[in-house]
């Protein structure tokens, strides 16, 4: 991308929750904001009151990230909106409650071209401004599900996985260019999300965060350079507690804390 005026945090999954809360947050701060998710009017919304309280630049790009070509059309938008990206937020995701084998086709698709490829596809395609400029940050929202299967998860957590482990690779390839990059691993955060994959989150066994907790996580996480973190104490204690135990036992917790199937 050529010379840009303005520079521009981007978050995908900004519609709600998770990718809300980090506008929201990041707008207070200063950051002229690209908000991408399918739900038009929702970002519109949220654009415009955000554009009144703190005086950024806000711009909107509705795509659907279940779309192979929506990364290019992304990158694109910010290049001919002349949006410099310094800040990029991967946070759209989706989930589905179930057993591998009741997962429809479309829906193993969807998943993982959302969680894994366009999340792939975006950082791929904006990384190369930041390393030139030598200035960028780089938000992956992963999940304490990503640490191991999780029974009646099985295909979120393994999406989760391919996100912690290149976010891992990738902070190592960009030492000293410059640019970080930090996954961030929720336990329950309060969404709607559990609800929104077939899950009745009255069911989780461990107490549910606000989002606040993984926006705060992931910036301090920057700050320290850490290449993964945890947003809350019970988060810590859990993947310590790994250590302690066989993989079959980790993996059998797992299922029982989440619980989608019955235990
Ligand atoms: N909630 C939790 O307990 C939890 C825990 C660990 C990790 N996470 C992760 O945190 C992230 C955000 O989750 P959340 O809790 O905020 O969930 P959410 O409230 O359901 O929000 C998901 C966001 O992703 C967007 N999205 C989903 N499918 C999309 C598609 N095909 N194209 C474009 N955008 C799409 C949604 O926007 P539209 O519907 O408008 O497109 C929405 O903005 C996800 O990656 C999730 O895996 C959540």
Known sequence: MGRCAMMFTLITGASMGIGEAFARHFS??????????????????????????????????????????????????????????????????????????DIPIGKLEEIMMVNMTAMAKITRLFLPDMVARRAGSIVNVASLGGLQGVPGLGLYSATKAFVLTLSEAL????????????????????????????????????????????????????????????????DVALVFSQRLVSRKIVIRIAGFIAAVRDN
């Open 28 to 101: 207070r701060g200063g950051h002229n904001l690209v908000l991408v998710a399918r739900s038009g009017e929702r970002l519109q919304a949220l654009a415009e009151e955000l554009r009144q309280q703190n005086g950024v630049e806000v711009k909107v790009c509705v795509e659907d990230l279940g779309d192979g070509q929506s990364p290019e059309r992304i990158y694109e938008f910010c290049r001919s909106q002349h949006a410099g990206v310094d800040f990029l937020v991967n946070c759209a995701g989706l989930s589905r409650a179930g057993d591998f084998d």
């Open 171 to 234: 902070y190592e390839e960009l030492q000293g260019k410059g640019v970080r990059v930090v996954a961030v691993c929720p336990g329950f955060i309060n969404t709607g999300f559990f609800e929104r994959a077939g899950h009745n989150s009255a069911n989780l066994r461990l107490p549910i965060s606000e989002t606040g907790v993984v926006v705060k996580a992931a910036i301090k996480g920057l700050k320290n350079n850490k290449v993964r973190v945890f947003p809350t104490l019970i």
